[in-house]
């Protein structure tokens, strides 16, 4: 008769790492607020030039980027959101905590990019000279 050998494991088997970086949800989280309060800093500074100047230009490149780069942070929001999703179900704290933060991540960038995109409409209707 052959005998059996079978092995039997107490300890749990090792945690893999969360699939997402911390740096990657708190960039999603944080970039557009960023960008947003760059771009009024930014184009503050600029107004002046562009009216003596007549180079609206440079204000629409300014307003565009950050437009564009915001909507990459929510973007990426939603592909932190998947990946995490992908790993599968429900498991702990540190699923959650990187479900609601690509979440969060997404929201914020959305907003901020109309925020963006709405201080754009201004520089587009009226201009960058309202002198006298």
């Known amino acids: 008769m052959a005998e059996a050998s079978f092995d039997i494991r107490t300890e749990a088997a090792p945690r893999e790492p969360p699939p997402v970086s911390d740096l990657a949800l708190w960039t999603s989280v944080l970039g557009g607020p960023f960008l947003?309060?760059?771009?009024?800093?930014?184009?503050y500074v600029m107004v002046d030039w562009a009216c003596n100047t007549g180079n609206d230009w440079a204000l629409h490149v300014v307003h565009f980027v950050s437009v564009v780069l915001s909507a990459a942070c929510a973007l990426l929001g939603l592909t932190l959101l998947r990946r995490v999703r992908s790993a599968g179900p429900d498991g702990d704290r540190e699923d959650a905590r990187s479900r609601l933060?690509?979440?969060?991540?997404?929201?914020?960038?959305?907003?901020?990019a109309v925020s963006v995109f709405a201080q754009w409409i201004g520089v587009m209707v009226?201009?960058?000279?309202l002198r006298n």
């Open 101 to 112: 933060l690509a979440t969060v991540g997404i929201l914020s960038g959305a907003l901020f």
């Open 126 to 129: 009226l201009g960058t000279c």
């Open 36 to 43: 947003f309060l760059l771009n009024l800093e930014v184009s």
